[in-house]
Structure formats: structure tokens, C-alpha cells
């Protein structure tokens, strides 16, 4: 609706790149209608007319990016004419797109699931953001890499830590400095330490509970035999997982192979924030009381970490027990806050 109302009352200019017709065609300026699965050439072709015609910021480049030399050496390699032919998108269509995005700045790139859910992903992702920041779009109001996410609120977990290679705010875990100044915050025992390992992907652990590497799952919220790519592969991985404990609202593909089952509260049933694209946090208010015995996941994972720490046989400092000590959603945002 808001981009609609940006085109129709405002008179911003819409590229839609997509191998369907969808509805925001009808407002599109231009509608890149490329092969399925060629979105990284499509991107790159973008990105060689753009260079080859001066339009990149230079001085962004020079002082935010790094390993430009090399990146300018592969997207020369995609001409118009060869872009052209992987996409099916005609050169003069590539052309009139790198020229509006170059003309008209700043400019937003907003994605969904047909970018991210797809076997090259992450490097689709990787390829908007280098065309962001060769326009010098980043950072800056109106700009930006704006993913629309498949589930509510997968903007706020992440931005919280729920990766397997950085803490909250994207910091490193590899860092030294990073993994000390959370170590502290979080009330570490001297001597425990923070691993400065990087953790598994969701498609690393599932091979990784097949081969036994990974004895545990703890699956919060997620139903992975329909959102994996490979369904029968994740029925084997589970099948083949010692334990699994399946934290969800509603049965799903996924709960039989679990060996318990926690009910979470829906977002309707308890308070909470949601962080949008715009990484604006939202207040969500309970409206209806959650049934039987159903938790909000606040507290189902509050209690199930001081279950942990009583039961690890390690020396826990006093810290780490108070800081699971939550009562209320209140404390848990006051906490994010620090």
C-alpha cells in the first residue's frame, strides 16, 4: 500500500523485477520480467551499465567499501548483452533500469521470499547490497536494503543475536573484544568464557543431526520439513536426531518427529515488540488469554535456561541465574535496552 501511495501521490518511480506479473506491476515504471533463478546476473548486469557509464559514488566507495578492484573485475564480465542473455531481459530494458536507478537517489530496495528463499539466497542478497552500495544508497534516508520478512519479527531476532556468527547488534563472536564485553554484560564465570566459534546455519545443523554431530535440536517457532528446501532430506535429518524439542502454537509437519512439545502463546496472547523493515520497533498488546497451558516464549525460554544452569554441574555465577529473572515482558525489552 505505502509503495502504491509513493508512486500514485508522490511520484516515485518503481522498477519491479520479478518473473510474474504481480500487482504492483501496474504501478512499475519498468517491469523487469527475468528467467526464474537468474536474479544474481540480472543484479550484475545492473551493475556493470552503471560503472561503465561513471554513475557509481565514488566517494562512497573510497571510504565505506572494501575490495572494490576485485569486484569491478567480475562485473565487468557481465555485459549487457550477456546479462541479457541469461535474464531473458532485453538490453535496452537493463539500460533504462541502471539509468533510473542512477538518475533518481536515493533509492530503496525492498525484497521478499522469492530473493531469499532460493538456493543462491544469500548471495542475491550479498548482490542488491553491492548495487546499494556502488549508488552510495546506504545509510542514508530513503535508501537502504529493506528485506520483507517471511515471519514476523525475523528482523527483531536478529538484530538480537539469532545467528550463528555475531551477538546482538551484528557484533562479531570472533571479535575478542566483543566476546569480553559480553561475557560481563551476561554475567560469565571467569574461566567459562564465550566461544569464539561460529555457530551452524539452519541448513548446516540439519545434515550435522543426520551425520550425529549434533545431538540436540531446539526448534522455537519454525517448521522446517515445509520452509527447508529439501523436505524428504530434513525427514531424514529428524528422523536420525537423538532429541528434539518443538516449542509452536499449532501442530504442524514438523511434531511428530518431536520428542516434546512446549505451547507457545500467539502473538495475540501476550506483549511483546515486533521490529519492521524499517528496523522500527513496535508494541504488540495481549488481547485474548493464550489456552490451556500454552506460554508466552518469553517465559518458556526463561524457565528452560534456569533449568539448564541448575542442572550443568558447572560452576554458574550468581549473575548469570538473575539475569533469566524475567517477570514480564517490560524487563525483557529494559534488558535489550542496556
Given at each position: 500500500m505505502r509503495i502504491r501511495q509513493a508512486v500514485r501521490q508522490r511520484g516515485a518511480v518503481l522498477i519491479v523485477a520479478d518473473p510474474r506479473r504481480i500487482d504492483l506491476t501496474d504501478f512499475a515504471t519498468l517491469h523487469l520480467r527475468h528467467k526464474s533463478g537468474t536474479d544474481i546476473a540480472l543484479v550484475n548486469g545492473l551493475m556493470h551499465i552503471i560503472l561503465a557509464n561513471g554513475w557509481e559514488d565514488k566517494e562512497f566507495i573510497a571510504a565505506r567499501t572494501e575490495g572494490f578492484e576485485d569486484f569491478k573485475a567480475?562485473?565487468?564480465?557481465?555485459?549487457?548483452?550477456?546479462?541479457?542473455?541469461?535474464?531473458?531481459?532485453?538490453?535496452?530494458?537493463?539500460?533504462q533500469a541502471a539509468e533510473i536507478l542512477a538518475v533518481n537517489k536515493p533509492a530503496a530496495v525492498l525484497w521478499a521470499m522469492g530473493i531469499t528463499q532460493h538456493t543462491t539466497g544469500t548471495h542475491n542478497v550479498m548482490s542488491l547490497a553491492n548495487l546499494q552500495m556502488l549508488l552510495g544508497n546506504m545509510g542514508?534516508?530513503?535508501?537502504?536494503?529493506?528485506?520483507?520478512?517471511?515471519?514476523n519479527n525475523v528482523q527483531g531476532a536478529c538484530d538480537l543475536g539469532g545467528l550463528p556468527n555475531v551477538y546482538p547488534g551484528y557484533q562479531k563472536v570472533t571479535l575478542p573484544e566483543n566476546r569480553e564485553k559480553f561475557?560481563?554484560?551476561?554475567?560469565?564465570?571467569?574461566?567459562?568464557?564465550?566461544?569464539?566459534?561460529?555457530?551452524?546455519?539452519?541448513?548446516?545443523?540439519?545434515?550435522?543431526?543426520?551425520d550425529g554431530e549434533l545431538k540436540v535440536l531446539y526448534i522455537l517457532g519454525e517448521n522446517p520439513i515445509m520452509s527447508e528446501p529439501d523436505t524428504n532430506?530434513?525427514?531424514?535429518?529428524?528422523?536420525?536426531?537423538?532429541?528434539?524439542?518443538?516449542?509452536?502454537?499449532?501442530?504442524s509437519e514438523t511434531s511428530p518427529y518431536?520428542?516434546?512439545?512446549?505451547?507457545?502463546?500467539?502473538?495475540?496472547?501476550?506483549?511483546?515488540?515486533?521490529?519492521?523493515?524499517?528496523?522500527?520497533?513496535?508494541?504488540?498488546?495481549?488481547?485474548?488469554?493464550?489456552?490451556?497451558?500454552?506460554?508466552?516464549?518469553?517465559?518458556?525460554?526463561?524457565?528452560l535456561a534456569k533449568h539448564v544452569l541448575a542442572g550443568g554441574g558447572r560452576q554458574i555465577a550468581e549473575a548469570?541465574?538473575?539475569?533469566?529473572?524475567?517477570?514480564?515482558?517490560?524487563?525483557?525489552?529494559?534488558?535489550?535496552a542496556r
Open positions: 567480475l562485473i565487468e564480465t557481465y555485459t549487457p548483452e550477456r546479462a541479457a542473455e541469461i535474464t531473458g531481459v532485453p538490453v535496452e530494458q537493463l539500460q542514508v534516508p530513503g535508501g537502504g536494503t529493506n528485506p520483507l520478512r517471511g515471519q561475557a560481563k554484560a551476561w554475567g560469565v564465570a571467569t574461566g567459562d568464557g564465550l566461544s569464539d566459534q561460529v555457530g551452524l546455519t539452519a541448513t548446516e545443523m540439519m545434515p550435522a543431526a543426520a532430506h530434513i525427514r531424514h535429518c529428524l528422523e536420525t536426531c537423538d532429541f528434539i524439542l518443538l516449542q509452536e502454537i499449532f501442530p518431536a520428542d516434546i512439545l512446549l505451547p507457545g502463546a500467539s502473538f495475540a496472547e501476550k506483549d511483546g515488540t515486533f521490529t519492521n523493515t524499517e528496523r522500527r520497533i513496535q508494541m504488540g498488546h495481549k488481547a485474548i488469554k493464550s489456552p490451556g497451558e500454552a506460554k508466552p516464549d518469553w517465559w518458556i525460554t526463561a524457565e548469570t541465574y538473575s539475569g533469566w529473572d524475567y517477570e514480564n515482558p517490560a524487563q525483557v525489552m529494559g534488558r535489550i
